[in-house]
């Protein structure tokens, strides 16, 4: 115990570190901003596992997943029962009221009248029966027993389509964040661009149309500012609609993450998984399975059925002119069975079709599965080459980095301006800025290649979440951030 709390304790401490380090590389701005963020920032509405864990419940395609699948097994237990033992009773109850006979005055010899106040015809049957032969119901319940596990498949494959979703509109969050903060310094240099611009202007130095175009371009900042503020608050409603859940703060991710290429599973392995577990094709698999059980069940629509029928019958009847009351009642034993002789080409045409629809059902697969091997390519092409286009990044990054440094030393001396100076802190900001969005594509790249190869679980949320900062980003606070 004491040694996790001190595990915590250097955890925290390494973070911190980090949180300082990367403040006083920050530009003024963007410190400011920082502060304002971290002294207003509030907790995340639970952590992305929490989020998915919501989403595995709330999520509408989980819930019509769900209830497809209650649908299913109750069909299931419906085809199971069929064939169970029945016990059926029926009958039926005439009531006459006074008549008399119609054969009254007719000269076949019988009396010259019959009447009855009232009489009453009346049967009753209880019969119990159990079907010894029926392959058809033996098809539909092996075919209810199929869809039973494709409506699991399904939510195996809507739970992974949400875990990608999550990963991918979490990052979007993030992406474009980032793009809003940028135009915001890309706006703050107008404004700085606009004032020597201005000053040039007022002693003649610049013309009217070069001013114009320069209040132009500063006007166009201030609106993409707006647009890139717009789509962040879009990709949020976004993320709250695949959870369900309320996000109030979302934290981006750790600087100067290590990529370890060597630990890249190769692509065969890759592949040999997606064949095997990609919910897609085994969904598409159990499609195939249903259409051979389709087959079956058309040729058992032309098989021969029997049933054993026990039962017991009585009758109490009336014939006004010959018998009076007649009373009838008995057991009965019987078998009754059906069979099929002549079906006018149906159950060859029926069983031809079922067998097509089979090999359609194979086509279907093979050409899914190479399309998701040919997606699986190219996503593990970016997985395996992105980390060394983030090596080269932060290279470049390093030596504009020594050009900022070198910019903030000439202006003390005055060998160059301080708009200089500003317009290469924009373009070490542009170009970081391009760092994180290669960033988001290996941790995009990563999450697709192992959803493609159905190896994507909630561990990978976790690892993702060991990535992103400590310090949150309070999402009430983002309307104090445009300039």
Known sequence: MLGENQDRENDFTLR??????????????????????????????GSLVEAFNHANTHNYSMKLAHSQLNIELASEVHESKRKNIKLIAD???????????????????LPKKTVREYFFKGNLNITLSKELYNKEKDALCALAIENVKKASHNINQNRNHLLLDLIHQYFKVLENYDTFI????RYRFSNQELEEAKREYDVGELDNITYQLIQSRNLELKVAQNIYFNRVQNAIDDFELISQIKLKSFQPLEKNIFYNKKNIPSLQSYEEHL?????SLLKLDKDITISQKNIALTEAKYEPYLTAKMGYEYTNNFTPIFLGNTYESGLLIGL?????????GRYKAEVQKAKVAVIEKHDIKNKEENQLLVALRKEYR????????????????QALKLLEYQAKRKIKVGTISLLEKERISLQYLERFNDLKRLEY????????????????????????????????????????LII
């Open 182 to 185: 940028l135009s915001q310094e």
């Open 91 to 109: 009958g039926f109850g005439h009531y006459y009221l006074p008549q008399t006979s119609g054969l009254d005055n007719a000269n076949f010899n």
């Open 441 to 480: 594509n290996y941790f995009l790249a990563d999450t697709n290649v192992k959803f493609l190869s159905g190896t994507l679980n909630i561990t990978d949320l976790k690892k993702l979440e060991n990535e992103l900062e400590a310090t949150k980003i309070s999402i009430k606070n983002l309307d104090n």
């Open 275 to 279: 064949v095997s577990n990609n919910p």
């Open 382 to 397: 970016l997985y395996h080459f992105i980390p060394l286009e983030i090596e080269a990044l932060r290279h470049h990054l």
């Open 336 to 344: 009754v069975g059906t069979i099929p002789i002549y079906t006018g």
């Open 16 to 45: 911190l570190l980090r949180l300082l380090n990367h403040f006083n590389k920050m530009h003024l701005l963007r410190k400011v901003l920082y502060i304002s963020l971290l002294c207003t920032s509030t907790l995340l509405s």
